[in-house]
């Protein structure tokens, strides 16, 4: 499986960003996706799944009513919506993706095979 994630840049604080990772190398309805950042100097940080086959989602409490996870699976492709940009947001997003979880796996870094290459955000005025 190879992921390429795409959209990242510079926001403004409450500006918005919608970053794209699409898969290919295997049938994209088999894939759970999730979205993971990481800052200068700290660990990674899951932020959003989304469940391959019923587009159940979940998300960190850090972007609760402002991020929203979205899948289109005709395109392969995993998207990221990230609305009222905070300057903590500021990191290197990452899409990664697996073909197995639980409830208590599915934010874990080391649930994830499949990582792509990650995308700078930027919140700065």
């Known amino acids: 499986v190879q992921l390429q994630a795409s959209g990242g840049g510079l926001a403004q604080p409450g500006g918005s960003l919608r970053l794209s990772c699409a898969a290919s190398g295997r049938t994209f309805g088999t894939l759970h996706m999730a979205w993971f950042r990481q800052a200068p100097g700290k660990e990674r940080e899951f932020v959003l799944f989304?469940?391959?086959?019923?587009?159940?989602?979940y998300l960190s409490d850090s972007v609760k009513g402002r991020f929203t996870i979205s899948r289109d699976n005709a395109k392969n492709t995993v998207y990221l919506q990230m609305n009222s940009l905070k300057p903590e947001d500021s990191a290197v997003y990452y899409c990664a993706a697996t073909t197995f979880y639980t409830d208590s796996t599915y934010s874990h870094s080391s649930t994830y095979d499949y990582w792509g290459q990650g995308t700078q955000v930027t919140v700065s005025s």
């Open positions: 989304i469940n391959g086959v019923v587009g159940s989602s």
